[in-house]
């Protein structure tokens, strides 16, 4: 996989799930064998169809699934019907297109590419066929363009799944929205929606709702009621550090740092123990990502760490993302925030 130059990250599941364990006791080297070839034949596959989208201010990710250049993505990087989107394609050609369709309450979008060429494109697959513990990788670009503008790989596996929603531990991070989630055979069969209440709990469009929606979407129809947000409790933009972590371990432990990030940007480590934020101590990363929501993108703030042993204080300007940070939803009026210390 290295060669190909992608990122497949493999995150425990946390407990979030029932489904047997995908890697068994007794898988032969062969069966391990077999696996990473059906993965990288699926990556092969779809990688030239995955594109990056900014439709305004808004970013994120999506799937050209027709030789006309017809791309799937998530409603809330649509915005609205007939407007000038900017595509990127796998090989860095930059194109413009128009915004199609949306259902904002399903989350789904379509956007047309405006040239006559023909393009590669990925496949439906059945998303009412899935069973929890199968296979699964989500494609997209976390954070923007990637330093070598290829799309960024995960792997995972079908937590559940239900008639509009397909949960997953495959991580999304902001800019990963309206990307593919696929199958082994290279087939779509989700779209990335937003992060769940866990951070191995993410949540995807499955492909059948965009069939049932498919002519009015194609048509340019807004489906179904517009969301009024105009006193939601949600924000166009959420604060964003950049790094991922388990959110009930004891400490607050980096488990990854994302490329380009404000986390990587700052100096941020996989391994490194976040013990305060702008003097306020952080238990776990719930806590961290809590704290967070208390905050604004742009906002400067002091990170106190442990590192090697040796402690380092480090500045950090909050990023923006469109998707809600991983460890639990946003705090709301009359909520009482996760314990600073842990319980004993």
């Known amino acids: 996989m290295r060669a190909m130059g992608l990122l497949v990250a493999i995150l425990p599941s946390d407990g979030v799930s029932n489904a047997a364990d995908?890697?068994?006791s007794t898988a032969t080297p062969v069966d391990l064998q077999v696996l990473q070839s059906r993965l990288q034949s699926a990556t092969a596959m779809v990688l030239p169809t995955v594109v990056q989208l900014r439709v305004g201010e808004s970013q994120g990710s999506g799937v050209v699934v027709s030789a006309s250049g017809l791309v799937l993505t998530a409603a809330h990087v649509v915005k609205a019907p007939g407007q000038e989107a900017k595509i990127s394609l796998a090989d860095g050609t930059e194109l413009l297109g128009q915004t199609l369709g949306l259902d904002e309450q399903a989350d789904t979008g379509m956007i047309q590419i405006n040239d006559a060429r023909e393009f590669a494109f990925a496949p439906l697959g059945d998303s009412t066929s899935l069973e929890r513990g199968q296979w699964c990788l989500a494609i997209g670009f976390p954070q923007g363009q990637t330093s070598d503008g290829r799309a960024t790989?995960?792997?995972g596996r079908v937590l559940f799944t239900s008639r509009t929603i397909i949960g997953t531990d495959c991580t999304l991070i902001g800019g990963d929205?309206?990307?593919p989630l696929i199958n082994l055979n290279g087939e779509v069969i989700g779209i990335h929606s937003r992060i769940?209440?866990?951070?191995?709990?993410?949540l995807h469009v499955p492909s059948r709702v965009f069939q049932n929606e498919w002519r009015r979407l194609e048509a340019g129809e807004?489906?179904?009621?517009?969301?009024?947000t105009s006193n939601s409790d949600e924000k166009a933009e959420h604060p964003l550090i950049g790094v991922t972590g388990m959110p009930d371990r004891?400490?607050?432990t980096i488990a990854s740092v994302l490329p380009n990030s404000p986390a990587a940007r700052a100096g941020?480590?996989?391994?490194?123990v976040v013990q305060k934020v702008d003097g306020s101590r952080v238990a776990d990363f719930r806590r961290l990502a809590w704290m967070l929501h208390e905050m604004q993108p742009g906002q400067r703030v002091m990170i106190e760490l442990l590192r090697d042993g040796k402690q380092h204080t480090i500045a950090l300007k909050l990023g923006a993302t469109m998707n809600r940070l991983p460890g639990g939803a946003p705090p709301k009026r009359g909520d009482k925030p996760p314990p600073s210390e842990p319980a004993h």
């Open 177 to 179: 929205s309206g990307g």
């Open 250 to 252: 004891v400490p607050c």
């Open 222 to 228: 807004v489906v179904g009621p517009r969301r009024n």
């Open 153 to 155: 790989v995960r792997l």
């Open 268 to 272: 941020l480590q996989a391994g490194d």
């Open 22 to 24: 995908p890697i068994s």
């Open 196 to 202: 769940g209440a866990r951070l191995t709990t993410n």
